[in-house]
């Protein structure tokens, strides 16, 4: 298995409260990625980083900052947490060596389930 | 809606039967991935296919890429209750190629 830890694994916050997710790996990959999860919509990318310091938006990005001072760490912040962000967020890892983009290996985390009150 | 549909949402099976679920979208991609999640984990990537009409096999599992490139299959033979899990198919798009996700097929295998 991929060396990709998620921190917390759960948590309950409070509307209007700031929340920060942590994502560590231990394979030097290049890319990292925040996903979200929630009931038919499937995975959903929120922000991506191709290096450290070097960060995208993606497809649901308002509400979400994220930063990367490490190649290991890639963290998620929720500034003031809504309703709406409760979900079951996910960070992914890849290299650069699958190929043409959209063809790489995702290796994703176990997931933090974030419940906001 | 979404941009990649998956059918059906859910499915139940006795364990030996066949089964085919579905990817489609009304938009080309260069290539698709499918993966599975069983609960309380991450997915974990089965298969990339990246030629329109192309088949790949996976031991009992066989994957199809249409001829298009707008949509995928997946078949699995004699289905095993290791096989229960959701099956999501996932593409790149849009102008950053960012990975896009249709929302899953349920599948449990009974025994």
């Known amino acids: 298995d991929a060396g990709i830890t998620q921190s917390p694994r759960h948590k309950v916050t409070e509307t209007g409260t700031p929340v920060t997710l942590r994502c560590h790996q231990t394979?030097?990959?290049?890319?990292m990625y925040w996903y979200r999860q929630d009931p038919g919509h499937g995975l959903r990318l929120i922000h991506y980083s191709y290096g450290v310091k070097d960060t995208d938006k993606g497809e649901v990005s308002d509400g979400y900052s994220v930063s990367r001072s490490k190649t290991e760490d890639f963290l998620l912040t929720l500034e003031s947490a809504t309703s709406s962000q409760t979900s079951v967020y996910f960070c992914?890892?890849?290299?650069?060596?699958?190929?043409?983009?959209?063809?790489?290996?995702?290796?994703f985390g176990p997931g933090t389930r974030l419940l906001v009150l | 809606t979404q941009l990649l549909e998956q059918s059906p949402q859910f499915l139940s099976i006795q364990e030996g039967e066949n089964l085919t679920v579905y990817c489609n979208s009304s938009?080309?991609?260069?290539?698709l991935q499918w993966y599975r999640q069983e609960p309380g984990e991450g997915p974990v990537l089965l298969v990339t296919?990246?030629?329109?009409?192309e088949v790949k096999k996976l031991k009992r599992l066989t994957f199809q890429f249409g001829d298009a490139r707008k949509d995928s299959s997946l078949h699995i033979t004699a289905a095993q209750p290791g096989d229960t899990g959701l099956y999501l198919c996932a593409g790149p798009l849009g102008e950053n190629n960012d990975m896009r996700f249709g929302a899953g097929t349920r599948l449990t295998v009974k025994p």
């Open positions: 394979e030097n990959h290049r890319y």
């Open positions: 938009s080309v991609f260069s290539s």
């Open positions: 992914a890892i890849s290299d650069s060596s699958g190929g043409a983009w959209g063809q790489e290996t995702q290796y």
């Open positions: 296919v990246v030629t329109g009409g």
